[in-house]
């Protein structure tokens, strides 16, 4: 079966200091990845998509960057944090083929002070 | 553009009563999916169901069921006999084939089951 998992669960960091949030994917081989936001009680926010090693699509413009090194990893960056950085950011999977649904990771919480 | 509308900010109901959530989409495209996410508390989004729009029949997942409207573009959830865990924010998003299934959120609906 496939799992996803995200690392770390929390984070408090200052503005202006640089963030690495992981993803990676289990089971699975050559999977869609996606990274999003969600503000407390809003919805959900699509930022970086990816279909394959070092293929990043963004949705939005902003201080955050995503890369794909592996099949199966997926890295959010900033190289310095602002305030309205802060948020809930959820990493998701599809299959590449055939599926269409979209499975979450147990997301990250971040909190930019 | 695509658009999905969750009318109903906040509901609450008792326990084991039924519930139905409200949803509606906009879209041109005629091959498409809709899904309810369940985020609870913990905040992990979870998968509850599941409707292609090719199938006319509605999709039921347990307790769950959708009224799935294609010609209204309505795609409601019902919950059936509903349970404190229930509670959590319900999302209705919405893909379309040639999107790089890339989902279109609604802004979701909070669920409170009271005891």
């Known amino acids: 079966s496939q799992t996803i998992h995200q690392w770390p669960a929390t984070l408090v960091q200052p503005v202006g200091s640089p963030l690495s949030l992981e993803c990676t994917v289990e089971g699975t081989s050559n999977p869609n990845l996606y990274w999003y936001r969600q503000a407390a009680g809003r919805g959900l926010q699509l930022l970086f998509y990816s279909v394959g090693i070092g293929q990043i699509s963004s949705e939005v413009p902003q201080n955050l960057s995503a890369s794909r090194p592996q099949d199966r990893q997926f890295i959010l960056s900033s190289k310095k944090l602002l305030l309205s950085d802060s948020g809930f950011y959820l990493c998701a999977w599809t299959r590449g083929q055939g599926t269409e649904t979209q499975y979450f990771g147990p997301g990250t919480r971040l909190l930019v002070l | ?115």
């Open chain 2, 1 to 115: 553009a695509q658009t999905v509308t969750q009318s109903q900010p906040e509901m609450s109901v008792q326990e084991a009563e039924t519930v139905t959530l409200s949803c509606t989409y906009d879209t041109s495209e005629n091959n498409y999916y809709l899904f309810w996410y369940k985020q609870p508390p913990s905040r992990q989004m979870i998968l509850v169901i599941r409707q292609e729009a090719y199938k006319q029949q509605n999709a039921t997942e347990n307790r769950f069921s959708v009224n799935f409207q294609k010609a209204a573009k309505s795609f409601s959830l019902k919950i059936s006999d509903s349970q404190l865990g229930d509670t959590a924010m319900y999302f209705c998003a919405f893909i379309h084939m040639d999107s790089n299934y890339q989902l279109i959120w609604g802004a979701g609906t909070k669920l409170i089951i009271k005891p």
